[in-house]
């Protein structure tokens, strides 16, 4: 049975909406497969920021249609750094292998194979090599929404071989979590890399008061269940959409009033007596994590 031909290009990149990079790249998408949809998932992300795409990416991964996934941040454009196409279950993801693929590639569920872009034949004629979003990534798109098959886009590679996403995790010492600011919404919330969890296995719920240590600030602040829950200028945690705490006021910005900056770091002190067992807690070394894009062990492909 013919595997049906993609009809939706999901695509985020760094290059903003000031120049024309984005319309460029979507019309030499739609000149090889006119029948595609795109999907702007994001252009606003920081230049150059590969952490912030891949964050951003992995955010959006879960609810974005069957199709292609297109995302370019890169910083090494020009560079020896491969240009890929990672193959899962639902989605072929296409971008540099600097790490923005693979936290996606995670959720979705593992790479079940990747090629490197080498073919000229699906490449674009290009003066200078700066603009691989046009010349490589684009053309890449079309030609699989067109049923150019994966492998004849390039060498087949080993997944194992791509680049990992790199993500710091909350670090534990006794009765304080160390975490830091992943991401800050363009509403001021401030998300942190711990989940609820991390909160209730220390015995607190929501309704209680957590002691929070931002640079040399101390405060208390709530643990409630929505924005609306917070009082007047409460600066309180809620668990947001994707399950994560963020640090949050009621309609004002957390971020402006409170200086909070992505890569702020975060610690967490609970009162003693909502600690269950916080004497045979050991800290956690490494604050960051590789994220491999390859399938879990065991798992069939």
């Not at 891949?54 to 609810?63: F, G």
Request: hydrophobic content about 45%; proline content about 7%; aromatic content about 6%.
């Amino acid at each position: 049975m013919a595997t049906p031909r993609p009809e939706f290009v999901s695509f985020l990149s760094d290059y903003g909406l000031a120049d024309e990079f984005v319309g460029v790249c979507k019309s030499v998408i739609l000149s090889i497969a006119p029948h595609l949809q795109i999907i702007d998932v994001s252009h606003n992300i920081p230049a150059h920021d590969v952490r912030a795409g891949a964050l951003t990416l992995v955010r959006a991964a879960q609810y974005l249609p069957v199709g292609i996934i297109l995302a370019v941040v890169d910083p090494g454009v020009g560079t020896d750094r491969r240009a890929i196409a990672v193959e899962t279950e639902s989605c072929i993801l296409i971008g540099p292998d600097n790490g923005i693929l693979a936290p996606a590639v995670a959720i979705l569920g593992g790479a079940l194979s990747a090629v490197s872009l080498t073919n000229p034949d699906y490449l674009l004629d290009s003066a200078g090599p700066t603009f691989a979003g046009r010349d490589v990534f684009a053309p890449a798109a079309g030609f699989i929404a067109s049923g150019i098959a994966l492998g004849d886009l390039g060498e087949s590679i080993d997944p194992a071989s791509l680049t990992p996403g790199m993500l710091p995790i909350a670090d534990t010492d006794g009765d304080e979590i160390r975490a830091e600011i992943w991401w800050i919404d363009s509403f001021g919330n401030a998300q942190i890399n711990i989940g609820p969890e991390s909160l209730e296995e220390r015995g607190l719920v929501v309704g209680d008061q957590i002691e929070v240590k931002i640079r040399d600030n101390v405060g208390m602040l709530r643990w409630v269940h929505t924005y609306a829950d917070a009082k007047p200028s409460e600066f309180a945690l809620v668990v947001d959409s994707y399950g994560l705490c963020s640090l949050v006021l009621d309609r004002r910005s957390a971020a402006v009033e409170h200086d909070l900056r992505i890569g702020t770091e975060v610690r967490i002190s609970t009162p003693p007596a909502s600690v269950v067992g916080v004497g045979q807690r050991t800290s956690r070394e490494p604050v960051v994590t590789e994220v491999s894009i390859t399938r879990p062990i065991g798992e069939s492909e």
